[in-house]
């Protein structure tokens, strides 16, 4: 069975299953097979999830969305770091992101950690 915080961020994207899980985390969305039935589900989560739910799970029924948890919210560690190689500021990389600045600068120093500790045998 496939976890449904993965599924939504393989087929909407990690900020788009952010933004969902903080607008309907927790329930179960009906969505339409088509567009023009599905006026309910744009106010609920406004037109563009709409189209991408449609698009995506459009006719199954009802669709699970989990709430916010480690799964939707993990930052994706690699891009603090990419980022940050860009000289980028812990304010705009977090903005950037979705996270804290704190996250960012404790990402950095996890990896600053695992450099100075050489490669691993």
């Known amino acids: 069975m496939t976890d449904p915080a993965n599924l939504l961020v393989e087929r909407l994207g990690i900020e788009n299953a952010r933004v969902l899980a903080g607008l309907a985390g927790g329930t179960r969305l009906s969505?339409?097979?088509q567009t023009s039935n599905a006026a309910r589900l744009q106010s609920l989560v406004g037109e563009e999830l709409a189209i991408l739910l449609i698009l995506h799970f459009g006719g199954l029924g009802r669709v699970y969305v989990p709430r916010l948890g480690k799964s939707l919210?993990?930052?994706d560690e690699r891009?603090?770091?990419r980022l940050s190689r860009r000289n980028w500021p812990a304010s705009r990389i977090a903005r950037k992101l979705g996270c804290t600045e704190?996250?960012?600068?404790s990402i950095r120093a996890k990896s600053r950690r695992?450099?100075?500790k050489g490669p691993s045998k």
């Open 31 to 33: 969505v339409p097979a």
């Open 73 to 75: 919210a993990k930052v």
């Open 79 to 81: 891009a603090v770091m």
């Open 102 to 105: 704190r996250t960012v600068h």
């Open 114 to 116: 695992k450099t100075s």
